[in-house]
């Protein structure tokens, strides 16, 4: 139930952000969207306001350190819904 309960949401999210999200994945009963620094806003909006997600605590704010790439580090912000006790992942 919950696999489809995140499936769901999964589609409701690429509906409304497709020119936004880069990529969505789900692993380990969670979603990670990956973005471009400059939808951020946007996206951390909707997922905090629209009556489906209701993503309203951010629970942590990590940095990654690729050194071998050019673009060098990635950060990984994790939401959590009380409401529907979920997760998500956002990428930049």
Known sequence: MLLKNIQE????????????IK????????????????NLPNIIQFLKSNDE???????DIVGIDYPEKDKRFTLVYLFLSHENNLRIKVSI
């Open 23 to 38: 990529k969505s994945t789900i692993a380990f009963n969670e979603i990670l969207i990956e973005t471009e620094v400059d």
């Open 9 to 20: 949401l999964e589609k409701i999210i690429n509906s409304e952000l497709t020119s936004k």
């Open 53 to 59: 997600c209701k993503f309203k605590q951010l629970i």
